[in-house]
């Protein structure tokens, strides 16, 4: 059985920085694809960024360009997604997902597995 952990985010000043770390074990990961997204209260769940596993290839999306780094350690099992430059809109419990698939996915309904999320609050 797949186990995402989650760890990292919290309280961080507008303009700063934050890393959330997604954890898991339960298989190996090759020829995964591993997502994040954000999910405001009042909003729509969101669609931050993915990687493959395998390669390490990202998709980010188009709102976030530019605020957003998501890199792997594959000897770790572990995918960090770096938030830069940070806005109070971007206030938001952040999870991380898998899925086995050779390319990035951008729908949430397309993950199997889920982390338990990581409260990320923006001050202004």
């Known amino acids: 059985q797949i186990q995402l952990v989650q760890s990292g985010g919290g309280l961080v000043e507008s303009g700063g920085s934050v890393t959330i770390s997604c954890t898991w074990s339960?298989?190996?990961?090759?020829?995964?694809?591993m997502g994040w997204f954000r999910h405001a209260p009042g909003r729509q769940r969101e669609f931050v960024g993915a990687?493959?596993?395998?390669?390490?290839?990202?998709t980010i999306a188009d709102s976030m360009k530019g605020r957003v780094t998501i890199t792997r350690e594959t000897a770790k099992n572990t995918m960090y997604l770096q938030l830069d430059n940070l806005k109070p809109e971007d206030t938001a419990p952040y999870y991380c997902?898998?899925?086995?698939?050779?390319?990035?996915?951008?729908?949430?309904?397309?993950?199997?597995?889920w982390g338990q999320g990581t409260q990320v609050t923006v001050t202004s």
């Open positions: 997902a898998s899925a086995f698939s050779p390319i990035r996915l951008t729908v949430a309904l397309e993950y199997n597995d």
């Open positions: 339960g298989r190996t990961f090759r020829g995964y694809a």
């Open positions: 990687i493959t596993w395998t390669g390490g290839r990202t």
